[in-house]
Structure formats: C-alpha cells, structure tokens
Nanobody
Framework: VQLQAFGGGLVQTGGSLRLSCAAS????????MGWFRQAPGKEREFVGG????????YYGDSVKGRFTISRDTAKNTFNLQMNNLEPEDTAIYYC????????????????????WGQGTQVTVSS
C-alpha cells in the first residue's frame, strides 16, 4: 500500500487540525490502519488505529477524548481529526498500513505495520 499523509501545519493551543492519509495500491478496508507520531528525541508513539474491516478503533492514552479516527472507504482515505491540541502534540505524524495477519496487540506498535507514509508536521504553539 502506498500512503501519503497531508494536512499538517501550525496551530495554536486549543485549536484543531485534520490529517488525511490517501492510500493507493490496496483498499484500506482490508488493512489495519494506524496513525503514529514522533517528536524530536522521542520514540514513535501510537496515536490511534482501526482494525481491518472496521473491527475496532483504538487510541493512545494521551489523545483519548481529543482525537478521532475515521476512514472513507469510497475515497480510500484514513483521517485523524485532532481537537483541543496541546504543545505536547507537536510531532511528525505518520499514517501506516498493516496486513490482517498482525495480531491485535501489534496494532499499537510500529512493528504491526508494513507500509508508512512520508509524515506530516504538526506544530502546536503555546
């Protein structure tokens, strides 16, 4: 699956951004889809994901209640709506796709994904 993420930018604390990930080559409904982020000097962190076939949606603890994941199977896009942004959300955000063979626990780690987008920068100013 080829992935391209876009929608990042600069926003003030409390603002909102919507990231999208356009997929090509395979349909997203047959893949686990995830969003990760990585801040300078930190490990890549799980933000949220949807299991293939819509079998469940999961979020990282730091974004629960603020971020919402959705997918548009007609457009083959995977989205991340980010509300009430905080400076700690500043990072490069990556979308990723993984095969159905991955077990549920792998959904929360980078090793659960085979294909990655190029990343889009999100900066939240205080």
């Amino acid at each position: 699956v080829q992935l391209q993420a876009f929608g990042g930018g600069l926003v003030q604390t409390g603002g909102s951004l919507r990231l999208s990930c356009a997929a090509s080559g395979r349909t997203i409904s047959t893949h686990n889809m995830g969003w990760f982020r990585q801040a300078p000097g930190k490990e890549r962190e799980f933000v949220g994901g949807i299991r293939w076939g819509g079998r469940g949606t999961y979020y990282g603890d730091s974004v629960k209640g603020r971020f919402t994941i959705s997918r548009d199977t007609a457009k083959n896009t995977f989205n991340l709506q980010m509300n009430n942004l905080e400076p700690e959300d500043t990072a490069i955000y990556y979308c990723a796709a993984g095969t159905q063979r991955k077990i549920l626990s792998e959904l929360f780690t980078p090793r659960g994904y085979d294909d990655w987008g190029q990343g889009t920068q999100v900066t939240v100013s205080s």
